[in-house]
């Protein structure tokens, strides 16, 4: 399972930083993504990378404000989000699958791995 950490609360405007970890290494997935849902939503897709180096995705809510990256020799994967708005509140999952999805990256059934979600919470 994987292991997220780094949730909280914030107001409109600032910036949180979560933290994702595998079972085993990071190579080992093919691709790693950032999930969320709010409060009477369905999940959706946040973020998405290749472990392999390559694309990254960003969903259009969250571009210009989120920052995925991986960091191979502490085996982590990172999502920064800045300029944080009340929308962007819900629970986020890092998520990891064994194939690589390409433009289908978004849904959540292609992920094989889960971890058990931190809680965002930004306020107005």
């Known amino acids: 399972q994987l292991v997220e950490s780094g949730g909280g609360s914030v107001q409109a405007g600032g910036s949180l930083r979560l933290s994702c970890t595998p079972p085993?290494?990071?190579?080992?997935?093919?691709?790693m993504a950032w999930f969320r849902q709010g409060p009477g939503k369905e999940r959706e897709g946040v973020a998405a990378t290749v472990t392999a180096g390559g694309s990254i995705d960003y969903a259009d809510s969250v571009k210009d404000r989120f920052t995925v990256s991986q960091d191979n020799t502490k085996n982590t994967l990172s999502l920064v989000m800045d300029n944080l708005k009340p929308e962007d509140t819900g629970t986020y999952y890092c998520?990891?699958?064994?194939?690589?999805?390409?433009?289908?990256?978004?849904?959540?059934?292609?992920?094989?791995?889960w971890g058990q979600g931190t809680q965002v919470t930004v306020s107005s």
């Open positions: 998520a990891a699958s064994g194939y690589c999805w390409g433009t289908t990256w978004a849904n959540p059934s292609r992920y094989e791995l």
């Open positions: 085993g290494f990071l190579f080992d997935e093919a691709a």
